[in-house]
C-alpha cells in the first residue's frame, strides 16, 4: 500500500531560487529557517531540486539550463550520487544520509527530485544493475526520453526495469529519504500521442518504495496531469501537478481556477492533486538573470494561498526562506488558513464566472465551514451569496433555503433590483457577522446573504463555524 498522510504535504523545494545549482550549506541554513519559523505551523519537507548529481550545474546557465550530457556522480551500479563539490558530505559513499540525518535532526523530513528512468550514462556502460543479472542498457528504452533534460533513459516495463528502480529506491530509503518527486513522468509532454507513455514507471518507483518498507512520498511532475487518468495518479502516487510549472503570473494563477474546478473531487487521503509550487518571496538567483522578488502582489499572494488550501493543495514554497520578510513570513505562517490542507476538510467550488469565484469548505467532523470570495477583476468589487445555496452549508444555520433556489444564481443577487426582495426575506433568513481571516475584521450576514467589497485580484475568506 502506499502512503496515506492525512494531510497535504507542506515544505519547501530548493528551485524556484536555486534552480541547479543549490548545495549543502545552502540546504541546511533553509532547514533551519524552516524549523525555528515555520515547523509549528506544519511545514515539514525540504526537498532539493533537479541535478543535485551534476557536477557542472549552472556553469552555462546562459545557454543550457542543463547541459547536453554534463559528467554525472555515479556509483557502479548506475545509481546517481550527490555531487561531493557542492555536498560534502556526500563523500566516501553516504550519498545524502548525512543531510537527511540533519535535517531529520531539526525535527523535519528529507527530501529529492529525481528524473525518471536509468542515466543514460549508465546504459552507454553496460553497468550492472545490484540485486540482478540484468545490465543498465537492458533496462533502458532509448525511444524514451526527456523534451528537456538529457540525463536519463526510460525504463523497459520488464524485470530489469523494475529491479533498477528496486535497487536505486532502496538506496534513497538507505539515505533516509521522506519524499521523491519525479519529473517527466506525470505528463511526458514529448509524445503528444501518448502523453501518459511512463504509467508503468509510476507503478515500478511505487512497487520499489513498497518493498522498502518506509513511508515515502511519491511526487509526479511535470504536468498537465490528465483528468482521465486520476485513477491511475491516485492509485500509484501521493501528488501530480495539474499545471506545467507555476509562476508568478496572473494568468497563471487566473487559470488554476479552471483546473481547481476539475480536479477538486479527486483530493483524498493520501492522494492531492498538486496546484505546484508557491512563487512566494525572493526568487530567481540560479537562473541567470538575477535574484528578484515575487511579481505577485500582496492581494494575489492571499489569492494564490487561499486557493491552494481550500482546494487542499500540496504546499512548496520556492522562495530562499532567510530572506523571506516579515509579511511572506506572516502569510506562510496563518494556521488557521493552513489547516484547510489536513483531509478533514473539503473544499468546493460554488461559482465562477468571468469576474468572480466562490469556494466554499466543510469539516465535517467539528462542523467548522468556510467561504471564499475571489475577485479576478484588477479594480475593487463587490461579491455575495446567498447562503441557501451553498451546497456545504445544507444543515447548517447559515443553510436556510433563500425561497429563489433553482431560480437565482449568485450572480443575479448582484443585480439590481433586488433590494425590495430582500426586505421581503428578513423574517425567515439567519443574520449574524462572520469572521474575515485575513484581516480579522467581521462582516455582517443579512438575510441570508453574506456580501463584501473584495480588492482587485484578491480574496476574502469568511469563518462562518
Given at each position: ?121 549508465a546504459a552507454h556502460k553496460h553497468l550492472p544493475i545490484l540485486g540482478s543479472d540484468a545490465t543498465a542498457n537492458e533496462a533502458a528504452d532509448p525511444s524514451s526520453i526527456c523534451g528537456w533534460n538529457p540525463d536519463m533513459y526510460g525504463v523497459r516495463k520488464e524485470e530489469a526495469g523494475q529491479a533498477y528502480y528496486d535497487s536505486v529506491i532502496g538506496l534513497y530509503a538507505q539515505w533516509g529519504v521522506d519524499y521523491i518527486k519525479c519529473d517527466d513522468i506525470c505528463n511526458t509532454n514529448i509524445y503528444p500521442r501518448n502523453p ?270
Open positions: 500500500m502506499k502512503y496515506h498522510m492525512n494531510k497535504a504535504p507542506m515544505g519547501w523545494n530548493s528551485y524556484d531560487y536555486y534552480d541547479t545549482t543549490v548545495n549543502e550549506a545552502q540546504v541546511k541554513a533553509n532547514a533551519d529557517f524552516m524549523a525555528e519559523h515555520m515547523k509549528d505551523a506544519g511545514w515539514e519537507y525540504v526537498v532539493v531540486d533537479i541535478q543535485w548529481y551534476a557536477k557542472d550545474a549552472g556553469t552555462m546557465r546562459d545557454r543550457y539550463q542543463y547541459i547536453p550530457f554534463g559528467e554525472q556522480e555515479m556509483d557502479e551500479y548506475g545509481r546517481l550520487l550527490p555531487d561531493v563539490n557542492r555536498f560534502p558530505s556526500s563523500a566516501g559513499g553516504r550519498g545524502f544520509g548525512p543531510l537527511a540525518e540533519y535535517v531529520h535532526g531539526l525535527g523535519l523530513k528529507f527530501g529529492i527530485h529525481i528524473m525518471r528512468g536509468i542515466p543514460r550514462m501518459y507513455s511512463a504509467a508503468h514507471e509510476v507503478e515500478m518507483l511505487q512497487h520499489a518504495i513498497e518493498k522498502t518498507g518506509r513511508q515515502i512520498v511519491l511526487s509526479l511532475s511535470p504536468g498537465p496531469a490528465l483528468i482521465e487518468k486520476a485513477w491511475h495518479y491516485e492509485k500509484y502516487a501521493n501528488m501530480w501537478r495539474i499545471t506545467d510549472d507555476f509562476w508568478d503570473r496572473w494568468d497563471l494563477l487566473r487559470n488554476m481556477f479552471d483546473r481547481c474546478e476539475l480536479w477538486q473531487t479527486h483530493v483524498a487521503q493520501g492522494s492531492y492533486p498538486d496546484c505546484d509550487m508557491l512563487p512566494l518571496g525572493k526568487l530567481g538567483k540560479g537562473f541567470g538573470n538575477g535574484e528578484r522578488d515575487t511579481h505577485f502582489t500582496r492581494d494575489e499572494q492571499m489569492t494564490m494561498m487561499t486557493l491552494w488550501c481550500i482546494f487542499g493543495s500540496p504546499l512548496m514554497v520556492g522562495a530562499e526562506l532567510t530572506m523571506l520578510d516579515d509579511w511572506t513570513l506572516w502569510l506562510l505562517t496563518r494556521k488557521e488558513i493552513l489547516k484547510l490542507v489536513s483531509n478533514d476538510y473539503v473544499g468546493r467550488q460554488v461559482e465562477k464566472n468571468g469576474r468572480y469565484a466562490v469556494w466554499s469548505c466543510l469539516n465535517e467532523k467539528t462542523g467548522e465551514s468556510y467561504l471564499a470570495f475571489f475577485n479576478f477583476l484588477e479594480t475593487e468589487q463587490e461579491i455575495c451569496c446567498p447562503l441557501g445555496e451553498v451546497e456545504q452549508l445544507a444543515g447548517s444555520i447559515w443553510g436556510q433555503d433563500s425561497g429563489q433556489a433553482g431560480e437565482k444564481q449568485t450572480e443575479g443577487y448582484q443585480a439590481q433590483g433586488m433590494q425590495a426582495q430582500d426586505r421581503q426575506r428578513q423574517d425567515k433568513l439567519p443574520e449574524g457577522k462572520v469572521q474575515e481571516l485575513w484581516t480579522g475584521t467581521e462582516t455582517a450576514i443579512s438575510d441570508g446573504i453574506l456580501r463584501e467589497k473584495v480588492p482587485g485580484h484578491g480574496v476574502r475568506m469568511f469563518a462562518l463555524r
